[in-house]
């Protein structure tokens, strides 16, 4: 018989010792965090929590096997992703339908009242609407297992990684009042408050850096990183709202269940409050406009719901929002202030957008100092010149604009002439009806930031990783001076940038370099040739199936396609005549570039769809339906099955309501200008 190894005993003993340790550590981390994040009621010091942690630490670092999901150690990042995958939501994460109109409150607190019937009168939960980004949080067994974005409601990304860095987020739901559930999903907002957005733009600012358009633009941006030591570095919090789905507890009210929310560990909504009627809904609402501007959060409204489950489940939903819900939202926020000078900006497509340089003023809780002016006619249109006080609002509470005029400047200069160079790159400009535009494509660096995007947009070549912020660094740094030069890229010299580790720069690179064979009608749309958008792509390749062939077709043989007509051919034409653009094409194909030629069957590109825009935008109509047709989309006067989906603006009537009938995708415009920006196009180009 052999002995026992007395070295193995003594580890058995010691490891049964260090597991209680561990986890008495966990457990008081946890309790400390809580407090301090949740409660706002610390207990200890930040040394000596951090001497918790360094003992925790210490103890995982001798006996790796202890170290779980729900370990506080797990918030310092993990290692940099390759990118971030897809992953379908437990529940569909539905939109609200929204409105600013006291009116429609009213109407939508007697449908309620119309469909529960003569014996039972509605209930209300209140809260503020959050503005940040939507969240799903599961849990099984009450361990955070996933984190995923809204996505398009089905599916979003898993950022489970980057979520686990946000310190207001359990990695283990508490259970001292009530038990963990086999399984939960909840819905929250990612947040970042007002003042740590601006002490964050401080430091973008102070590093030469473009500052983030608001403080949800930052907090989704932080959430998506593929390194989640970015997201650990930058300040965020977590509230949720509501159950999406659970196994293993059971709720009757929408009340109840934020109250298990709140006492599992979890941030739930301020001043959340239960009403009966319909002047107690406009009351609060009317309570929560006044107090917003001394908020430290972004909030775009408030909403209402039905608090009775069981009543919701009888309402039902169509396939884009809840019957029983309703966003009731703040008119745009306006201040006044001055312009100071009128600049101009060069975008993807070499529009030159004139800009007003404002002095600086806080509308709504974020600082603005320059509002986009669109073109040479609206800026004549509204008269605007230097020194003049103006009316701004934060469109769609995040688009700066310029309303009117409120008090002319003294002593007045002349009316603010364009440029007659690219003031980018100094290539004379051309007026196209009421645009300037800077014809210098290729070789124009403001235009070749945003070609970079579009060349890498899903709709385009699908590059996985070359956003805005890698394209503007791109640039900057004189790494890539034509989109040629994307494809000499080394990963140690994208090391060098913000944001690169030896990980993400060599994804990146390779990610570049496997898009060498692209199919025919995805390179002709990453190439952004005027009046080609998806649907134009797909027709070119099938019809002349080469690129070759392509670049030799004369205007009269693109007219022989369907739907092509003069003004889009001489436009296809004009782009590969140009010298420029034919030396970047050329370019391109010396670096191997290689699009396959098309077979007839049509090659796999995005459908885009048809939209319907309704209502009033923060935006001239025309502005929006040119953006999404920019893309290959199409646009409709009217409502039908063919729908893709309906942009619904302020006052929308008649085909909002044929929409919701018919279970039309329906988008408010902030949603819409993250749709372009999924496909690489933009709002303000053309």
Not at 121 to 148: M, N, Q, T
Not at 469 to 491: C, H, I, Q, S
Request: hydrophobic fraction near 40%; charge should be negative; charged fraction near 30%.
């Amino acid at each position: 018989m052999t002995p026992p190894d007395p070295s193995r005993s003594t580890r058995a003993r010691a490891s049964k010792a260090v597991r209680k340790q561990h986890q008495e550590l966990c457990a008081e981390l946890n309790r400390h965090s809580y407090l301090y994040h949740i409660e706002a009621r610390p207990e200890v010091s930040d040394p000596e929590y951090d001497e918790l942690f360094r003992r925790l630490q210490a103890v995982e670092r001798d006996f790796p096997e202890l170290v779980g999901p729900e370990s506080p150690t797990q918030r310092v990042g993990s290692e940099p992703l390759d990118k971030l995958s897809t992953v379908e939501h437990v529940a569909p994460m539905l939109s609200l339908d929204s409105t600013q109109d006291e009116e429609e409150v009213l109407r939508f607190h007697d449908r309620v009242q119309k469909a529960l019937g003569r014996g039972m009168a509605p209930v209300y939960i209140l809260e503020p609407k959050l503005d940040g980004a939507s969240i799903e949080l599961v849990y099984e067994r009450g361990v955070l297992v996933r984190a995923v974005t809204r996505g398009n409601g089905l599916a979003g990304e898993d950022v489970t990684a980057n979520v686990r860095t946000i310190p207001t987020v359990p990695l283990r739901l508490r259970t001292e009042h009530r038990p963990a559930p086999t399984s939960l999903a909840l819905r929250g907002e990612v947040i970042m408050y007002i003042s740590d957005f601006q002490d964050f733009n401080a430091g973008l600012v102070e590093a030469g850096a473009e500052p983030y358009a608001s403080p949800r633009n930052s907090a989704a941006g932080a959430v998506r990183q593929l390194d989640s030591a970015i997201t650990a570095s930058r300040k965020l919090d977590v509230i949720v709202y509501d159950i999406l789905a659970v196994e293993g507890a059971t709720f009757p009210a929408d009340s109840a269940g934020v109250q298990a929310i709140r006492e599992w560990g979890l941030k739930v909504p301020e001043r959340a409050q239960i009403v009966a009627s319909g002047e107690e809904i406009l009351e609060y609402h009317r309570t929560f406009s006044d107090a917003r501007d001394g908020l430290d959060y972004e909030i775009d409204g408030v909403v209402i719901k039905l608090d009775d489950l069981a009543a919701r489940a009888a309402m039902g939903s169509t396939s884009h929002h809840p019957r029983w819900a309703l966003a009731y939202k703040f008119p745009p926020r306006q201040e006044v202030t001055l312009i100071e000078k009128i600049d101009v900006q060069v975008g993807r497509t070499g529009v030159l957008t004139p800009v007003a340089l404002l002095r600086p003023v806080v509308v709504g809780g974020v600082r603005v100092s320059r509002a986009t002016l669109h073109n040479r006619e609206e800026l004549k249109r509204k008269d605007l010149r230097e020194g003049d006080m103006v009316r701004i609002q934060r469109a769609g509470d995040v688009i700066p604009q310029v309303v009117e005029v409120v008090e002319p400047g003294d002593d007045r200069p002349p009316p603010f002439e364009m440029p007659g160079e690219c003031p980018a790159c100094g290539t004379p400009v051309v007026e196209e009806g009421p645009r300037t535009v800077c014809p210098n494509r290729f070789g124009c660096p403001a235009q070749l930031k945003g070609r970079i995007v579009h060349f890498g947009a899903r709709s385009a070549l699908d590059i996985e990783g070359l956003g805005e912020e890698t394209a503007n660094l791109l640039v900057d740094r004189g790494l890539v001076r034509g989109l040629a030069g994307l494809f000499e890229v080394e990963p140690q010299q994208l090391m060098e940038l913000e944001g690169f580790a030896e990980k993400s720069a060599t994804a990146l690179v390779d990610a570049i370099r496997a898009k060498k064979t692209p199919e025919l009608g995805r390179f002709l749309i990453a190439l952004g040739i005027p009046e080609v958008g998806v649907t134009v792509a797909r027709d070119l390749a099938r019809h002349f199936g080469s690129l070759e062939r392509i670049r030799s077709t004369t205007r009269e043989e693109f007219e022989t396609v369907p739907g092509i007509g003069p003004r889009m051919s001489e436009a296809i034409t004009g782009f590969f005549a140009d010298e420029r653009n034919a030396r970047a094409l050329d370019a391109l194909l010396a670096h191997g570039i290689e699009p396959l030629e098309t077979d007839p069957a049509p090659p796999k590109l995005p459908e885009l769809g048809a939209a319907v825009f309704t209502g009033t935008l923060p935006v001239a109509r025309v502005v929006a339906e040119s953006a999404w047709r920019r893309l290959g989309g199409t646009t409709t006067a009217s409502v039908s099955k063919k729908t893709t989906f309906v942009v619904a603006g302020e006052g929308a009537g008649s085909k909002l309501a044929k929409a919701e009938k018919l279970g039309v995708e329906v988008l408010d415009f902030d949603r819409f200008v993250e749709r372009l920006r999924e496909h690489g196009g933009d709002l303000l180009e053309g």
